[in-house]
């Protein structure tokens, strides 16, 4: 009974696509909000569909995803009606992103299921069929050790000690180094580094698998994203490898390694957008502060500028120095008050001549409150909020500018074939506000105080009853704002349906689900 409603759902979806529409199947890297939720609406700006597998085989959380019974999902007769496919090889390859830094896995069974997922490629010769992978990031999956986390992988004090090992120089380079490396696997336990140690060799060598794959043309498309890890650590090896192979391959033009992880289903979902329309939008960036593009954010291995750059190319457009279809206006920390009042009037002066603005704010890891709440307080104080193309400000670079480059591209393809969506558009920007503002500087803060005077320091897993009552005052805090930002930054829709929620136990994130009605 359960297939069979699934299947008159996706036949109705399917059918309902309109003309002129790609319907793009997408395979997430979990369950979270920006991963799967966030490409789908994206996609609707520009009139298209996004289709993706029922949520009980992505797993949540704690709970990896059903690799096997993805492979049988993209296997269905339906989805040969699809235009392109993104799909996440660590979901098909462990069971999701947190799986995926988990020695769960032999590797032996990953390469089974990725040469299914080639397999599968080939019934869909006439779909375009990109892939999207990460490189292991430097720290385990940070979590409290209590509950169903407690026998989790490296859960508890182990995790910080990995952590600043992996962040060592590789191999360490004096005396203080060494020293410190021994004493950082007393602590983190040797059996539990090493098997750590093995999972990164583990993921490396299926990222080289996966390029080799590609070169061979199971996929179009292959993106490899560097899961948090700065400039330092073991993680530099892992990158140089697969550089190396990607020259001796000779993909470059198929196959890019960048900043980012919980970002890369919207970047190539954008650049579907882009290739179905056959088109190649023109972005240019404006930073609010001289030089700003040279700083690094800590969770990345490149400057900003490079990364603002990566993140273009993978999402089908083209950087140009000058008049574009899309200006990019970065915001990054310590900008004077000139700078910002100079930033905010060049960007209304790209809105008056209908140019669809990105805006893209990079001081979401700051310790300044008041600083990072400062230009979207700007722009919905000043009416700029709704006019702007796209708005985005949540934890690294490559994850804030990797959401605005492709919700501009979606605006700006839409409007030019006459598909785009106003209300879709609405509805994706008024999440980022609730989030990315609301949330992160009011609502978050509120509910981990609340959290510390009960006696929960550690917000990174929660136990049900906790995280039940967590998820409720989060509702409570989050939802006047919400309203508010409906009121004032689009007063010609109405609350059609907006719901609020914490889809994990921690509270790093909130999933809202915004739906607006026109006002009458």
Known sequence: MRIAALVCCLLAFLGATSVGAATIVVVPLDDRPVTAQLPQMLAAIAGDRVILPPRGLIGTYLTPGDPDALLRWLRDPLLARADAFVISTDMIGYGGLVASRTPTAPEFLVRSRLNDLAAIRTAHANASFAVFGTVMRLAPTGLAPIGDAASFFAAGPPTEAIQQYANLPDPPQTQADRTKAAALRARAGSATLDAYLATRARNRAIDLWLLRQTAEGAYDRLLLGQDDAGPVGLHLKDLAALRASVARLAIADRASIEPGADELAMTLVAAQIAREAGVVPTVSVIYSRANGGADNDPLEFAPFDTTVGSIIRASGAQRVNGDADIPLFVRVADSTPEQEATFVSAMRAQVQRGKAVAVADLTFLQNDEAQRRGLAESLIDSRLAGAIASFASWNTVANTVGTAIPEALAVAIGKRRGTYDARAHAQFQLDRYIDDYAFHSF??????????????????????????????????????????????????????????????????????????????
């Open 443 to 520: 609502a978050r803060p509120a509910i981990n105080d609340a959290l510390v005077a009960r006696g929960i320091p550690d917000h990174t897993y929660l136990l049900p009853d906790v995280a039940e009552a967590t998820d409720r005052h989060n509702r409570r805090v989050l939802w006047p704002f919400a309203v508010d930002l409906l009121a004032r930054v689009y007063p010609q829709y109405r609350n059609g349906g907006l719901t609020i929620s914490l889809p994990w136990h921690r509270t790093f994130e909130t999933e809202i689900d915004v739906r607006l009605v026109p006002r009458v």
